[in-house]
């Protein structure tokens, strides 16, 4: 029997009429039809629910309330989900090409966890190339250790490992959801292609220093203090000759 498990792909979104329409064409547009397609929309007010409302046929369940955060949001989208895997495609981010979630399930059947590369883009939806942290060969939930390798864009995780995220982490809280479903894995699949396009920016970006520390929480709790601060200087040599290097190509 061909391997053919629902995914539910839930989206995010608040406010954001410029790139709400690109994620949803990306979602519904995939040759893979076993797709629950579920929007969270945080009572937008900028015309994204009308360009929603127009695609309302593909999408099985949308929810649009005030909340709390992204993470309230995601929560309420994980609670909605009722499929076999779940991956977050929010708003401005897409799926690699039309059919990359048929080739990531065509890379083995009934794994835990697949995941990919993901490309950068920009706000015009253009390519800014590979993320500066490359996703490893073998991933295990150990490799978060030197910084988050895989983004959330290009994780599929079968839905019961999942948790709901933990909101005292306002910036970083994938991460930590990330870990938890890894730790529970037994097995963990790399589809060996670029399977996501992220587009670059967000809170964590606007609110780096924040976002720094909760990381090095995240990091502490799971792997410990003495390696997480020692891991810490291998992270910021490596930040340090990326920027060098990328300098010095630009030059």
Not at 164 to 191: C, E, F, G, H, M
Request: aromatic content about 12%.
């Amino acid at each position: 029997m061909p391997f053919n498990p629902t995914l539910s792909v839930i989206t995010i979104v608040y406010n954001n009429v410029r790139d709400i329409e690109r994620t949803m064409l990306s979602v519904i547009n995939q040759t893979y039809l076993n797709i629950e397609y579920i929007i969270v929309d945080g009572k937008s007010t900028d015309g994204t629910l009308q360009i929603i409302e127009r695609y309302k046929t593909r999408i099985a369940k949308l929810i649009s309330e005030n909340d709390e955060g992204i993470y309230d949001a995601m929560n309420k989208g994980l609670a909605a989900a009722s499929g076999d895997y779940v991956i977050f495609m929010n708003s401005g981010d897409e799926f690699y090409k039309a059919n990359t979630v048929e080739q990531v399930f065509e890379t083995a059947p009934d794994a835990d966890i697949y995941y990919g590369e993901t490309e950068m883009i920009n706000d015009a939806g253009e390519s800014l190339g590979q993320r500066r942290h490359k996703a490893p060969t073998q991933f295990t939930w150990r490799d978060f250790k030197f910084g988050m390798s895989i983004s959330h864009q290009a994780i599929y995780i079968r839905r019961s490992l999942t948790e709901p995220y933990n909101r005292k982490y306002q910036l970083s809280a994938d991460i930590d959801w990330i870990i938890r479903a890894a730790k529970k894995a037994k097995t963990i699949v790399n589809a060996n292609r670029y399977v996501a396009k992220y587009l670059v920016g967000g809170m964590s970006k606007a609110k780096h220093r924040q976002s720094l520390q909760e990381r090095f929480a995240i990091m502490k709790e799971y792997y410990g203090l003495i390696p997480t601060v020692l891991n810490h200087v291998v992270i910021a040599f490596n930040l340090g000759w990326y920027w060098l290097r990328n300098r010095r190509t630009n030059d």
